[in-house]
């Protein structure tokens, strides 16, 4: 497929908001310790800016669940390839995320750790959300950006692996 990539929110927006999402979840956990559990891969990149800006005690743990596969639309079918290292019993949890379209790979990790983990609290951070994709009703505390429905890539988001290292997001445009 042939296609072409846009700018769609600059570098400079995006360490903005970063900076701006950071002091929202410190001040919801003052006195904290949170543990940030970034959805690989796609969050590896938002995640680790963002703990670098939080100014509270922060442990890292990564999960790795799949949705799409080398597709760029959302199958539906949630899998966990990776859990977690960590045990989260007790702990304040918070959900670090690339991108939210459908809801259905959030709602399946929420539900998995409410129902599973045993946590304290747990609350979900996202870079990009798309609404218009939604297909089930998920609370997201911390969003980046809305975007629109399209194909979006940079900053950990990626088109068949590529593009996870743009400082910024871009649309692709099939041509």
Same mark, same amino acid.
């Given at each position: 497929?042939?296609?072409?990539?846009?700018?769609?929110?600059?570098?400079?927006?995006?360490?903005?908001?970063?900076?701006?999402?950071?002091?929202?979840?410190?001040?919801?956990?003052?006195?904290?310790?949170?543990?940030?559990?970034?959805?690989?891969?796609?969050?590896? /990149?938002?995640?680790?800016? *963002?703990?670098? =800006?939080?100014? %509270?005690?922060?442990?890292?743990?990564?999960?790795? &669940?799949? @949705?799409?596969?080398?597709?760029?639309?959302?199958?539906?079918?949630?899998?966990?390839?990776?859990?977690?290292?960590?045990?989260?019993?007790?702990?304040?949890?918070?959900?670090?995320?690339? /991108?939210?379209?459908?809801? *259905?790979?959030? =709602?399946?990790? %929420?539900?998995?750790?409410?129902?599973?983990?045993? &946590?304290? @609290?747990?609350?979900?951070?996202?870079?990009?959300?798309?609404?218009?994709?939604?297909?089930?009703?998920?609370?997201?505390?911390?969003?980046?950006?809305?975007?629109?429905?399209?194909?979006? /890539?940079?900053?950990?988001?990626?088109?068949?692996?590529?593009?996870?290292?743009?400082?910024?997001?871009?649309?692709?445009?099939?041509?």
């Amino acid at each position: 497929m042939k296609y072409r990539i846009e700018n769609l929110i600059d570098k400079e927006a995006v360490e903005k908001r970063i900076k701006e999402l950071a002091r929202q979840i410190e001040k919801d956990y003052v006195g904290e310790e949170i543990y940030c559990v970034g959805l690989l891969k796609g969050s590896v /990149i938002f995640l680790s800016d *963002l703990v670098k =800006e939080l100014n %509270i005690p922060v442990i890292i743990d990564f999960m790795s &669940v799949s @949705s799409y596969g080398s597709e760029t639309v959302s199958s539906g079918d949630v899998k966990i390839l990776k859990d977690t290292d960590l045990d989260l019993r007790g702990k304040h949890v918070l959900i670090v995320e690339d /991108i939210i379209d459908t809801g *259905l790979t959030l =709602e399946y990790v %929420i539900k998995y750790f409410k129902e599973g983990k045993g &946590v304290k @609290s747990l609350r979900t951070c996202t870079l990009l959300n798309k609404p218009e994709r939604r297909k089930v009703d998920v609370k997201v505390d911390y969003i980046g950006f809305d975007v629109p429905d399209k194909f979006v /890539i940079g900053y950990g988001l990626d088109y068949d692996q590529k593009y996870r290292n743009l400082p910024y997001i871009a649309v692709v445009i099939p041509e």
